[in-house]
């Protein structure tokens, strides 16, 4: 079993649907969660990180943890086509060097 | 401030040939991460250095790699006597120490075994 758990997609939303990607892990010791976005043949862009439990917002995008039931959400708002890519979660501890962990990521396709 | 850079692209080479990557972090970040990433998986954590030491090396980095940061800058990944199965993206990234949460990520070798 993989540490980081991730629905490959591809998610299919028309312009303007709230968008939900989710991520479940394994590791109890992973402490910050972070979402990355990754357009075809290009690196990963960091979007946004959250440390423990919580949500945080940057404009049209809400990362929440629940470390509980370690399980963690990306909600977009109002998307766009330009929103259409690969999105990454990952994860690591709050020691060490803090390597990420990412999921595969899951493919969002917003049609105009 | 630029970002991260990496070069070349895109690399194709024949099995059993040697290839170099070169991965500028971001001029003020002390750490710098390599990855691999293959079709369809996210990217796997290769290695670290902070500054010039090389700290954390991962099972996936086999005897024909070998990477480097000689004066704490730039950095190159090296794979010697390469095989099919290294055909994959190779991304760098960097962050500040004590912000390995916060790792920026270039655009990306895309290295191509044939």
């Known amino acids: 079993q993989k540490e980081v758990e991730q629905d490959p997609g591809p998610l299919s939303v028309p312009e303007g649907a709230i968008v939900s990607l989710n991520c479940t892990y394994s590791?109890?010791?992973?402490?910050?969660f972070m979402w990355y976005r990754q357009y075809s043949r290009k690196g990963p862009e960091l979007l946004m990180y959250?440390?423990?439990?919580g949500n945080k917002e940057d404009g049209r995008f809400t990362a929440q943890v629940d470390k509980s039931s370690k399980y963690i959400s990306l909600f977009i708002r109002d998307s766009q086509p330009s929103d259409s890519a690969t999105y990454l979660c990952a994860m690591s501890p709050n020691t060490g060097f803090q390597k990420l962990v990412f999921g595969t990521g899951t493919r969002l396709l917003v049609s105009p | 401030d630029t970002g991260v850079s990496q070069n070349p692209r895109h690399k194709i080479t024949k099995r059993g040939q040697n290839v170099t990557f070169r991965c500028d972090p971001i001029?003020?970040?002390?750490?710098l991460y390599w990855y691999r990433q293959t079709l369809g998986q996210g990217p796997e954590f290769l290695t670290y250095f902070q500054n010039e030491a090389q700290l954390e090396k991962s099972r996936l980095l086999s005897d024909r790699f070998s990477a480097e940061r000689p004066k704490g800058s730039f950095s190159t990944l090296e794979i010697q006597r390469t095989e099919q199965g290294d055909s994959a993206m190779y991304l760098c990234?960097?962050?500040?120490?004590?912000?390995?949460?916060?790792?920026?990520f270039g655009p990306g070798t895309r290295l191509t075994v044939t």
């Open positions: 001029s003020e970040h002390n750490r």
């Open positions: 990234a960097s962050s500040l120490r004590g912000k390995g949460y916060e790792q920026y």
């Open positions: 590791n109890s010791a992973f402490q910050y």
């Open positions: 959250t440390y423990s439990s």
